[in-house]
């Protein structure tokens, strides 16, 4: 069991920068591949990014391929994603996820889920 809280999320300008932070309490946090994945009001849930276990693999949506930057401190328990030159199109709910095993694209690979900091992007 792993539980996840999201920080970090709140209106910033287009060009603009942030950092979400997910906390994770329960065991074996290093053990679990890491996502992040997003939901714009009115759209289906999407992939964002994951990282594994160790940190050394990660994949990014074609959409924020380049600006966005996923990466895990196992020591604090805390999985981040640096967004940069965002975009108003950003604008979204940002959950973050966790799952045994390999990195994933797919939403229903991972069992546990935080509820969601919110990210507004002005232009």
């Known amino acids: 069991q792993v539980q996840l809280v999201e920080s970090g999320g709140r209106l910033v300008q287009a060009g603009g920068s942030l950092r979400l932070s997910c906390a994770a309490s329960g065991r074996d946090f290093s053990s679990y591949a890491m996502g992040w994945f997003r939901q714009a009001p009115g759209k289906a849930r999407e992939f964002v990014a994951t990282?594994?276990?160790?940190?050394?693999?990660?994949y990014y949506a074609d959409s924020v391929e380049g600006r966005f930057t996923i990466a895990r401190d196992n020591a604090k328990n805390t999985v981040y994603l640096q967004m940069n030159s965002l975009k108003p199109d950003d604008t979204a709910v940002y959950y973050c996820?966790?799952?045994?095993?390999?990195?994933?694209?797919?939403?229903?690979?991972?069992?546990?889920w935080g509820q969601g900091t919110q990210v507004t992007v002005s232009s």
């Open positions: 990282v594994s276990w160790s940190g050394d693999i990660t």
């Open positions: 996820a966790a799952k045994m095993g390999v990195p994933s694209r797919l939403g229903h690979a991972y069992g546990y």
